[in-house]
């Protein structure tokens, strides 16, 4: 049975680094085909897609939010990790990891699996 | 590029409601189009993958079309229940980029 499950600090400081963790099972990032993606929603907004990290370690990003963000995996532990920096009001949200699988030819798909969801609430 | 979505749409039970995606450059059928559901407080699902492949478990009163022309897919629900009021999402993939739509929120009175 797949499942992932968020975590992280409920609140930080703006200025501050997020780090998230995403801890799956049911599947293996040593298998190809596979990726794990974080995607995130500001409350009562809509989904906005992060990063996602593949089975071969390749990452792709959010083209406008590419400067903040880092993407690591940690395949024997089961776990993807994302950083976001400089940490702002406006990054309030709930921070959801994803399976995409199976991954097609350009790198593309669609989350398959999602975990419950972890909110981040940043103060200023 | 972008998705854009009606902000909302409503419908009587057993009507059928059109939910739209349109795709702000580039043609909606180079690349697959996939939807999910979000009900009230929980993640989303995926609902269809792939343009027109229903995901597992899901009935087919959901299906999806895909017109060149407006260059958009369209969601569509038939025979409408209460339990299908939920936000309704469209994404994409392009040039290593995941694009989700601004969603839509169904409601069925």
């Given at each position: 049975?797949?499942?992932?499950?968020?975590?992280?600090?409920?609140?930080?400081?703006?200025?501050?680094?997020?780090?998230?963790?995403?801890?799956?099972?049911?599947?293996?990032?040593?298998?190809?085909?596979?990726?794990?993606?974080?995607?995130?929603?500001?409350?009562?907004?809509?989904?906005?897609?992060?990063?996602?990290?593949?089975?071969?370690?390749?990452?792709?990003?959010?083209?406008?939010?590419?400067?903040?963000?880092?993407?690591?995996?940690?395949?024997?532990?089961?776990?993807?990790?994302?950083?976001?920096?400089?940490?702002?009001?406006?990054?309030?949200?709930?921070?959801?990891?994803?399976?995409?699988?199976?991954?097609g030819v350009l790198?593309g798909?669609?989350?398959?699996?999602?975990?419950?969801?972890?909110?981040?609430?940043?103060?200023? | 590029f972008?998705l854009?979505?009606?902000?909302?749409?409503?419908?009587?039970?057993?009507?059928?409601?059109?939910?739209?995606c349109t795709r702000s450059s580039g043609n909606i059928a180079d690349n697959f189009v996939h939807?999910?559901?979000?009900?009230?407080?929980?993640?989303?699902?995926?609902?269809?993958?792939d343009d027109?492949?229903?995901?597992?478990?899901?009935?087919?009163?959901?299906?999806?079309?895909i017109d060149s022309s407006s260059n958009s897919a369209?969601?569509?629900?038939?025979?409408?229940?209460?339990?299908?009021?939920?936000?309704?999402?469209c994404q994409s993939y392009d040039s290593n980029t995941?694009v989700?739509?601004?969603?839509?929120?169904?409601?069925?009175?």
């Amino acid at each position: 049975q797949i499942a992932l499950k968020e975590s992280g600090p409920p609140l930080v400081k703006a200025t501050q680094t997020l780090t998230l963790t995403c801890t799956f099972s049911g599947f293996s990032l040593n298998t190809g085909g596979v990726a794990v993606g974080w995607i995130r929603q500001p409350p009562g907004k809509a989904l906005e897609w992060l990063a996602l990290i593949y089975w071969d370690e390749d990452q792709r990003y959010n083209p406008s939010l590419r400067t903040r963000l880092t993407i690591i995996r940690d395949a024997s532990k089961n776990r993807v990790m994302l950083t976001l920096t400089n940490m702002d009001p406006v990054d309030t949200g709930t921070y959801y990891c994803a399976r995409m699988f199976p991954v097609g030819v350009l790198k593309g798909g669609w989350f398959d699996s999602w975990g419950l969801g972890t909110l981040v609430t940043v103060s200023s | 590029f972008l998705l854009t979505q009606p902000h909302s749409v409503s419908e009587s039970p057993g009507n059928t409601v059109i939910i739209s995606c349109t795709r702000s450059s580039g043609n909606i059928a180079d690349n697959f189009v996939h939807w999910y559901q979000q009900r009230p407080g929980s993640a989303p699902t995926i609902l269809t993958y792939d343009d027109y492949q229903r995901a597992s478990g899901v009935p087919d009163r959901f299906s999806v079309s895909i017109d060149s022309s407006s260059n958009s897919a369209s969601l569509f629900i038939s025979g409408l229940k209460t339990e299908d009021e939920a936000d309704y999402y469209c994404q994409s993939y392009d040039s290593n980029t995941v694009v989700f739509g601004g969603g839509t929120k169904l409601t069925v009175l």
